[in-house]
């Protein structure tokens, strides 16, 4: 079991920033990757970014430029960096730590955090 506790999202201006932040603890040791997903109101859920072990990186087209995934293994956290952030960016953001034990994959998630770009 993992569990995963985030932190950093609120109210911003379009053009600002905002940094989440999201700490993992339990079973830490079978994550090999971590990241963000989104979902705004009437949308599906979607990848934001995720960064694997390795420190391969992923990010949907649509933050490629503006927003940065960044990983500290050693404290089992993840942080995403998001700059130059637009309305359209409104969404309740969670954190998820993907697992592997053998061949089974698992997703764990976060509590969500409410970000809201507005002026």
């Known amino acids: 079991q993992v569990q995963l506790v985030e932190s950093g999202g609120g109210l911003v201006q379009p053009g600002g920033s905002l940094r989440l932040s999201c700490e993992a603890s339990?079973?830490?040791?079978?994550?090999?990757?971590m990241g963000w997903y989104r979902q705004a109101p009437g949308k599906q859920r979607e990848l934001v970014a995720a960064?694997?072990?390795?420190?391969?990186?992923n990010y949907a087209d649509s933050v490629k430029g503006r927003f940065t995934i960044a990983r500290d293994n050693a404290e089992s956290t993840v942080y995403l960096q998001m700059n130059s952030l637009k309305p359209e960016d409104t969404a309740v953001y969670y954190c998820?730590?993907?697992?592997?034990?053998?061949?089974?994959?698992?997703?764990?998630w976060g509590q969500g955090t409410q970000v809201t770009v507005s002026s």
């Open positions: 998820n730590a993907r697992t592997m034990v053998y061949v089974t994959t698992t997703d764990y």
């Open positions: 960064a694997t072990n390795g420190g391969s990186t």
């Open positions: 339990g079973s830490v040791f079978s994550i090999y990757s």
